[in-house]
């Protein structure tokens, strides 16, 4: 018998659904942009309709009678409220990307909160994370506190939104990778801890219930599709990427070039802990199996290529950028810093801002969209070498993924940087692979983590082929402009 399986892939940009068949193979997608939502300088918000409504006509888009059971991934972080009984949202999500909860984690760096969060939770204190977003929600939005206290209001990542609004408000629940990114998580422990819900004010019984990230989170609502079916897989985006690549040994890397850029090594049954400002984080849990990695997050990757093409009409359309790098001979010596919502790792500071150095009366346009393609290169070569700096063996190649990832002069460029080869999949849509996976194990379309790793093939190769002198000074260009863009460090 023929057995599908539908993925939801929330993205920062995109709601997207992809149906696939037992060989892990794409069928059919279905994708919509929705809009971002910019209230003040440094802010990033949606509106939860937009997500749950593209996300319900993406799925009735791809469902076949054959889908045995839905695997949803999502945007990381992103959090809101929602009214338990109603289910209407109380205000936007705030997303990753927002930085306004900034002030309140420095202040709570100043009280010497740091080395407490950072102990159970593998983060930093940055407004990266959920708490201090929902923290804010509470404190802002007028009467939620009052509500919230009363138990009328349920909070959770979008994971744990769309699972509600499938479930008709039947399951409240979220995986652990998701859990792991709110900083409200014990990571050891795969639980809520108290001592983290008092630091940022946040009541118990706002929060979902933890599951590990292959079972049965629930059914959708017949409602919906006409019939009930299972939601058996959920993983936070970077998490189903690397399920999706078949990093499943200690030791194996993956980076996923969408809005952000996250590099995940698996570091296996050890919580590695950072010494170079890299995050500890989930990996995954699957039949009481659990792993970790190391992560380095970048905010800004294909979000620059939608700079180019959105705010300076530089691209009609992002793919144009690969054209345009191939046409001329070099950057002319120009360095874009995309810290356009401060920077992420290593360097963790959300003051810092945008930098476009270089410039001379004979720099073109095309200059500027290579040196942006190649600003994404180097931030990924500043991860790689914190990794190292941390003693972990990086492996010898590196798997990509993600919109960018397409792209293949970047992808040459970055293997270039790096110093080390860089492989692409046959599939593009590895984060939909990877909660397909899960909803796949789950459900027993698969058998187990060696059936899927036999499935991953290179598509493609990327060796590098530049002189180290050129490396070099490429370098020696972009920490310098770094240096700039981060003037208080
Ligand atoms: N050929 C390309 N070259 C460079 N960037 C690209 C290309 N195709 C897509 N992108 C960028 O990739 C991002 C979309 O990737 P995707 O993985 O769908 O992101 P997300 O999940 O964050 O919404 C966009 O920011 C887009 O600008
Ligand atoms: O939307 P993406 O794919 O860039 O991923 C966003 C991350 O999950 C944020 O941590």
């Given at each position: 018998m023929t057995q599908h399986i539908v993925a939801i892939d929330q993205g920062t940009t995109s709601s997207r659904a992809i149906l696939f068949d037992e060989a892990g193979k794409p069928l059919s997608v279905s994708a919509r942009e929705f809009p971002q939502h910019y209230p003040q300088d440094g802010w990033v918000e949606h509106d939860p309709e937009d997500i749950w409504r593209d996300t319900v006509a993406a799925v009735q888009d791809v469902l076949t009678d054959e889908t045995v059971a839905i695997g949803i991934t999502n945007q990381r972080e992103t959090v809101l409220l929602w009214d338990r009984e109603s289910g209407k949202p109380l205000h936007n999500a705030i997303v990753w990307q927002d930085r306004r909860t900034g002030e309140t984690c420095r202040r709570l760096k100043a009280e010497g909160a740091e080395e407490m969060v950072r102990a159970k939770t593998g983060l930093l204190l940055d407004p990266y994370f959920s708490a201090t977003k929902l923290q804010w929600l509470l404190d802002t939005v007028p009467g939620a506190r009052d509500r919230a206290e009363k138990g009328e209001l349920a909070a959770g990542t979008i994971d744990s939104f769309l699972l509600w609004r499938l479930t008709g408000g039947k399951s409240h629940a979220t995986d652990i990778t998701n859990a792991g990114r709110t900083m409200l998580c014990n990571i050891h422990e795969a639980a809520w801890d108290e001592e983290l819900l008092e630091l940022f004010g946040i009541p118990a019984n706002l929060l979902p219930q933890i599951h590990e990230n292959a079972g049965i989170f629930g059914e959708t609502d017949p409602a919906l599709f006409g019939r009930a079916i299972p939601i058996a897989g959920?993983?936070?985006?970077?998490?189903?990427?690397?399920?999706?690549?078949a990093c499943f040994s200690r030791g194996m890397v993956k980076s996923t070039y969408g809005t952000g850029c996250f590099l995940l090594l698996n570091t296996g049954g050890e919580a590695v802990r950072s010494e170079n400002r890299l995050l500890t984080t989930p990996?995954?849990?699957?039949?009481?199996?659990?792993?970790?990695?190391?992560?380095?997050?970048?905010?800004?990757?294909?979000?620059?290529?939608?700079?180019?093409?959105?705010?300076?009409?530089?691209?009609?359309?992002?793919?144009?950028?690969?054209?345009i790098a191939r046409a001329v001979a070099d950057d002319h010596g120009v360095t874009l810093v995309p810290a356009f919502v401060g920077l992420g790792a290593p360097h963790w500071d959300p003051d810092a801002r945008g930098l476009l150095t270089g410039l001379?009366?004979?720099?073109?346009?095309?200059?500027?969209?290579?040196?942006?393609?190649?600003?994404?290169?180097?931030?990924?070569?500043?991860?790689?070498?914190?990794?190292?700096?941390?003693?972990?063996?990086?492996?010898?190649?590196?798997r990509i993924d993600g919109g960018m990832a397409q792209n293949a002069w970047f992808a040459q460029f970055l293997s270039d940087v790096l110093a080390a080869p860089v492989e692409r999949p046959e599939s593009h849509e590895t984060t939909a692979l990877g909660a397909a996976y899960l909803a796949g194990l789950a459900t027993g379309v698969w058998q187990g983590l060696g059936d899927l790793s036999e499935k991953w093939r290179a598509a493609a190769r990327f060796e590098p082929d530049m002189a180290e002198s050129r490396r070099e000074a490429l370098l020696a260009d972009w920490q310098g402009a770094l240096r700039r863009a981060m003037p208080q460090n």
């Open positions: 959920m993983a936070g985006d970077q998490q189903a990427a690397l399920i999706g690549q990996a995954y849990t699957i039949g009481g199996e659990r792993a970790f990695a190391l992560e380095g997050s970048i905010f800004v990757a294909g979000a620059a290529i939608k700079w180019l093409r959105d705010q300076l009409g530089l691209i009609t359309d992002a793919a144009e950028s690969e054209d001379t009366l004979d720099t073109t346009a095309d200059h500027i969209v290579r040196a942006t393609l190649e600003s994404i290169a180097f931030q990924t070569r500043d991860l790689l070498d914190a990794m190292r700096a941390d003693g972990t063996d990086v492996p010898s190649a590196i």
